[in-house]
T-cell receptor
Framework: GDSVTQMEGPVTLSEEACLTI???????????LFWYVQYPGEGLQLLLK?????DKGSNKGFEATYRKETTSFHLEKGSVQVSDSAVYFC????????????????FGQGTILTVHP | DAMVIQNPRYQVTQFGKPVTLSCSQT?????MYWYQQKSSQAPKLLFHYYDKDFNNEADTPDNFQSRRPNTSFCFLDIRSPGLGDAAMYLC????????????FGPGTRLTVT
């Protein structure tokens, strides 16, 4: 079945360090890929997305490139801030034969990021 | 300005006492979803509506029910909450295609005593 695997966490960094959170997927067909962020006590927010191979999503200094050949969508940021501390979820969405996917998401397990001053 | 609104933000109920959580949206999206999320785990989809078409996940307990009286509102009913149902409940909406993101509400934190 379809699945998303994220790097083991938690991740602890100092402010201004570089961040990479690995995400790989298994899917039949051509998924869209998403990164969502969840701050403590809040719902999820879309951070960025890519809907086809080689697309690059970017937002707030974060970037991720849809790599079909390696089935990956790694999240990167060149210089993290304390305010980036949150849980990050990689997710995919597929269309299914015979009808719409209804936008259903398959999530990775989440990666907790803590950034220290 | 809020697009997906959940009420209440915090709900305390007693073991076995029915509880209803509500969600409303101003986005006019076709699809509304209910998720259960426990302690920084990934959200677990319980069910979703495409317009009035209800879609239950295979592993969602019968204890959980949902209603969608109109496009804007959706309710989650827990008929007999157990201690294991204590969690954050998230509502989300989407236009419903593969390329469309989901918009999440702030969640309702349910405590069962």
């Amino acid at each position: 079945g379809d699945s998303v695997t994220q790097m083991e966490g938690p991740v602890t960094l100092s402010e201004e360090a570089c961040l990479t959170i690995n995400c790989t997927y298994t899917a039949t067909g051509y998924p869209s890929l998403f990164w969502y962020v969840q701050y403590p006590g809040e719902g999820l927010q879309l951070l960025l997305k890519a809907t086809k191979a080689d697309d690059k999503g970017s937002n707030k200094g974060f970037e991720a490139t849809y790599r079909k050949e390696t089935t990956s969508f790694h999240l990167e940021k060149g210089s993290v801030q304390v305010s980036d501390s949150a849980v990050y979820f990689c997710a995919l969405s597929l269309s299914y034969a015979g009808g719409t996917s209804y936008g259903k998401l398959t999530f990775g397990q989440g990666t907790i990021l803590t950034v220290h001053p | 300005d809020a697009m997906v609104i959940q009420n209440p933000r915090y709900q305390v109920t007693q073991f076995g006492k029915p509880v209803t959580l509500s969600c409303s949206q101003t986005l006019n999206h076709n699809v509304m979803y209910w998720y259960q999320q426990k302690s920084s785990q990934a959200p677990k989809l319980l069910f979703h509506y495409y317009d009035k078409d209800f879609n239950n996940e295979a592993d969602t307990p019968d204890n959980f029910q949902s209603r969608r009286p109109n496009t804007s509102f959706c309710f989650l009913d827990i008929r007999s909450p157990g201690l294991g149902d204590a969690a954050m409940y998230l509502c989300a909406t989407s236009r419903g295609s593969r390329v469309d993101e989901q918009y999440f509400g702030p969640g309702t934190r349910l405590t069962v005593t």
